[in-house]
């Protein structure tokens, strides 16, 4: 098990160099002169031409772009990686103490995903074409279809503007979580609950599970001991990746409820052509991206000792 | 009395009592010493107020310049007491006020305001004119030196801020928000909160409001429900309400909804030089077929008012007092597309010149589609010239590509906006053939050598009803010639709710957080 993580962390290592070449050279692929742009970012619209060339000395993008790469690689690997030219703070700083509220939502949205998820989608999937199963099945279409800035502002015009419970947006109390978890949960939810769905029909088929009945085990005892467990392995990866995704921002949910996340830093970051924080934020995201599918791998050693075993 | 009546009645007389009801809360309101109203404020923006230079001076007033620009854009003393020029208009002496401290306790005075102007002038060259040195003459007088005279001297002032030199590290970053103004920063969370506290040792006397927590809420929508909502008590800043969520705060009676005249206008810009807006007959054709007051109607809801010369009202005294623009006529515009030899030979509606067709693009900053309707304002410009049988495409690219495609020589129409610091620079920097100092906004579209010289005059000429003259001259050319079409300026729209006092609406959105007072708890 040891040697499999091991091994799966040294790939991680030429994941992350290949993720920091692409970026870097997208971000000198894509028109317009960075200079310029942080110029105009550092020091408003009235700049001259004299402004623009002391600022591409200073940030050293007079060199060839080979030179800038390098350059940035070995500062990323001391830990540094460079300042945002549109805060003229580091890039490090900048994600860091964005990271708790991404996390924050993206375990609350799972939460509320989950807490829909699991039991509509056992319902549906033990009482197939019921008019619950029926009903759950068309709320979860409705679910996928809904789109996220939309369900957002209904919610918020709802519960905040009409009824004055919850906080309209930003971040600080557990009330002010509420409405943004909802949102994001809800459109996960969907997706999760007819995986879940199919997933169950699928162990409920198996030779094992007419064993189990045959032997005159309970229902409830075939569903949660027998089904559910072997059920959830499809889901956890799913799911997994939902979150790991989640932990790239939720961007339109972070920009709709004013939540301090990641999503929004890169895609403001993006619009600003913050190319430093841009390349960190992507670095960072990929980073996630792999370890969060690391966690996932091995996790399913713990839920089917049969990968246990061939892991070994 | 029939039944009916009787119901009418009570419900009249229900009404009227619940009214005087009303009338007596609001008056019980109003009547609370606004002492014991806790004077603390939540404002929402649409940006973050704190960028690479400190907090934002004119949406926080944590720091404040040596001249302020009021309300008519005309300068007035900041920290600055007063100021005389030099007979050459090359060297300027300024009196600072005394007994003026920065938050951190360092004294304002001709050495701090000479490093905060040595700073402003390194990190943006070029601000404030060519400066050749700047002179210590007492503790509380400083000399500005130029190279050669620059008249915007005094506006663009209200661009350099006083800052602490203990709130600046070796490579000329901001470190700390450390300035002299009424409030200070308590708490700044990226992209999130800036939370001000009043400063109680503010020179100006001491403010009312306590605290200020300025919120970052991107969304134009979610602004305009958390105001509703009273999350938020104000919404300041260009661009903090868009024009069709305007109505929505107005039918609302807890929210006032207040507009000015902005500093920030609109025209349609052409390639002057190639074909085929090289033939002036074309530009005026152009101008004939459109009708700025529907653009302000349909595109702006209203929020907007029509310009007739290249310099905004704002500047009154800069403005050709003749309409020197005409639009709307459709007539005209075909005819003088027929003068100038286009004229539609195979009956499909496009005229055609040398058995070319009138095809033109339209080429939009995506940056600018964001925050302006522009993109609504292109399509009525469109059907506008399909009527003079001209096809006309819109294409809207990136920002940077944009600038690119400008310099290049690659956009023969746009739309563009001007934001005119003064009235001299306005003009020099869209009209000058070298673009004078906004690179930004100034394409290499046109290049006429009078009107080169004539701004260059206007630069140095420190004699304002010259100067006026001088742009007099050069916005008869730029109308005579078609060298642009001045569309509208815009109206800034801003927010605010019933109970709170004192907030006035500034072009530059300076806001006026000393005078701004609580009233009643929402």
């Known amino acids: 098990m040891l040697t499999y993580v091991l091994r799966r962390l040294g790939l991680m290592v030429f994941i992350m160099l290949g993720v920091s070449v692409i970026t870097f050279s997208m971000m000198h692929l894509v028109p317009g002169d960075p200079a310029e742009v942080i110029a105009m970012e550092r020091y408003g619209e009235e700049i001259t031409a004299e402004t623009i060339e002391h600022v591409r000395r200073e940030l050293g993008l007079d060199q060839p772009i080979y030179v800038q790469y390098s350059r940035w690689l070995s500062n990323v690997l001391h830990g540094d990686l460079g300042y945002s030219h549109r805060t003229d703070r580091p890039v490090l700083d900048e994600i860091l103490t964005r990271l708790p509220a991404t996390i924050q939502l993206a375990l609350a949205g799972m939460l509320v995903s989950l807490i829909i998820a699991i039991p509509v989608g056992t319902i549906s999937a033990t009482r197939q074409y019921s008019a619950a199963d029926n009903i759950s099945m068309f709320g979860a279409l409705l679910g996928v279809s809904m789109p996220n800035f939309w369900l957002g502002l209904l ?46 029909l699928e162990v409920l088929g198996q030779d094992y599970i007419r064993t189990a009945r045959a032997k005159g085990l309970k229902e409830k005892v075939v569903i949660y001991k027998h089904t559910l467990k072997n059920a959830m392995i499809p889901v956890v990866t799913i799911v ?32 600003a052509r913050d190319f430093m924080l841009i390349q960190g934020c992507i670095l960072f995201i990929a980073a996630m991206f792999v370890l969060v599918n690391l966690l996932v791998d091995i996790s399913y050693a713990y839920l089917d000792p049969k990968i246990r075993y061939e892991v070994k | 009395m029939s039944i009916n009546k009787k119901i009418i009645s009570l419900v009249v007389g229900i009404l009227f009592l619940s009214s005087l009801l009303a009338g007596c809360v609001e008056q019980q309101a109003d009547e609370q010493p606004a002492a014991q109203v806790p004077q603390e404020v939540v404002a929402g923006l649409g940006r973050d107020p704190v960028g690479a230079r400190g907090a934002h001076p004119y949406l926080t007033r944590v720091f404040e310049q040596l001249v302020i620009l009021d309300a008519e854009m005309k300068p007035r003393p900041g920290l600055a007491t007063s100021w005389e020029v030099s007979e050459d208009g090359r060297t300027w002496t300024i009196h600072l006020r005394e007994g003026v401290k920065f938050h951190d306790g360092t004294p304002f005075n001709a050495e701090t305001a000479k490093f905060s102007l040595e700073w402003a002038t390194r990190v943006r060259p070029g601000l404030l004119g060519s400066i050749d040195r700047i002179e210590i003459v007492d503790d509380y007088t400083i000399k500005v030196i130029h190279s050669e005279p620059h008249a915007p001297f005094l506006r663009s002032l209200f661009f350099a801020v006083m800052i602490s030199p203990n709130a600046i590290d070796e490579d000329d970053r901001v470190i700390e928000s450390i300035g002299t103004g009424p409030f200070k ?42 105001l509703e909502a009273g999350e938020i008590d104000m919404i300041i800043d260009t661009g903090g309400i868009l024009p069709e969520h305007a109505p929505v705060l107005k039918a609302n009676p807890e929210i006032e909804v207040m507009t000015i005249h902005g500093v920030v206008h609109h025209h349609i810009g052409f390639d002057t030089t ?24 349909y595109a702006l809801e209203g929020y907007g008012k029509v310009m007739n010369t290249p310099v905004p009202p704002l500047y009154k005294d800069w403005m050709h007092p003749d309409l020197l623009f005409e639009f709307s006529d459709k007539d005209k515009a075909r005819k003088l597309l027929q003068e100038a030899g286009w004229a539609d030979m195979d009956g499909d509606g496009i005229v055609e010149k040398d058995g070319e067709e009138f095809k033109v693009t339209m080429h939009l900053a995506g940056g600018w589609v964001g925050r302006w309707p522009y993109k609504t304002i292109a399509e009525i410009i469109q059907s506008d010239l399909r009527e003079i049988g001209i096809a006309m495409d819109i294409d809207v690219v990136d920002t940077g590509l944009y600038r690119e495609m400008m310099e290049r020589g690659d956009v023969k129409m746009t739309l563009i906006p001007i934001a005119g610091v003064s009235p001299r620079s306005a003009v020099k920097d869209t009209f000058h053939s070298e673009g004078g100092m906004t690179v930004a906004i100034n394409p290499p579209f046109f290049s006429n050598p009078r009107v080169d010289e004539l701004t260059e005059a206007a630069m140095k000429e420190t004699d304002d009803s010259r100067a006026q003259r001088l742009l007099f001259e050069v916005q008869e050319i730029v109308a005579a010639e078609v060298l642009m079409i001045p569309l509208f300026e815009e109206l800034m729209i801003n927010a605010v709710r019933d109970n709170i006092r004192g907030y006035e609406m500034h072009p530059w959105f300076v806001v006026n957080w000393e005078d701004i007072h609580v009233v009643s708890e929402k």
């Not at chain 2, 999130?192 to 809420?217: C, F, H, M, Q, S």
């Not at chain 2, 085929?276 to 459109?290: E, H, L, Q, W």
């Open chain 1, 155 to 200: 919610l918020i015009m709802f519960f905040s503007v009409h009824l004055g419970w919850l906080p309209v947006f930003g971040r600080g109390s557990i009330e002010h979580l509420i409405l943004p978890a909802v949102t994001l949960g809800t459109g996960m939810a969907a997706i999760t609950t007819r995986l879940i769905r199919s997933s169950i």
């Open chain 1, 240 to 271: 997994g990746l939902q979150f790991a995704s989640l932990l790239e921002g939720a961007v339109i949910v972070e920009v709709i409820f004013a939540w301090p996340g990641i999503g929004r830093l890169l895609v403001d970051s993006i619009f």
């Open chain 2, 185 to 226: 920063v308590e708490d700044y969370q990226p992209e999130d909160k800036l939370v001000l506290v009043r400063n109680e040792a503010y020179w100006g006397g001491l403010p009312k409001l306590e605290r200020i927590t300025l919120r970052y809420i991107p969304e134009a929508t979610t602004r305009i429900m958390a």
């Open chain 2, 274 to 297: 190639t074909p085929p807006f090289d033939d002036v007959r074309t530009r005026k054709a152009i101008s004939y077929a459109i009708d700025p007051e529907s653009l302000v109607r």
